[in-house]
């Protein structure tokens, strides 16, 4: 699956909630997130470029307020 790798929180434009799930291939690069709330506990898991890895990545918007969090499958 091919996908743009900048997530901006201004795409949300009513409230939404979406999971992605991410297998990186041999040319996977960086992911970048930009206007999201980042939670005091921070967006979860650290995402690497590693071929083969998987994620699953959870993007929600709740009262105007965007947040995302990454889980690791490995």
């Not at 900048?6 to 409230?15: A, E, N």
């Not at 970048?32 to 980042?38: C, E, H, K, N």
Request: glycine share 10%; aromatic share 8%.
């Amino acid at each position: 699956c091919d996908w743009s790798s900048d997530v901006c929180s201004s795409d949300l434009t009513t409230d939404c909630a979406i999971d992605i799930l991410i297998t990186n291939g041999v040319g996977a690069g960086t992911i970048t997130f930009s206007g999201f709330t980042v939670q005091s506990g921070g967006t979860g898991d650290t995402y690497a470029t590693t071929n083969g890895n998987k994620y699953l990545v959870s993007v929600r918007r709740i009262n105007s307020t965007s947040t995302y969090l990454i889980k690791a499958l490995q």
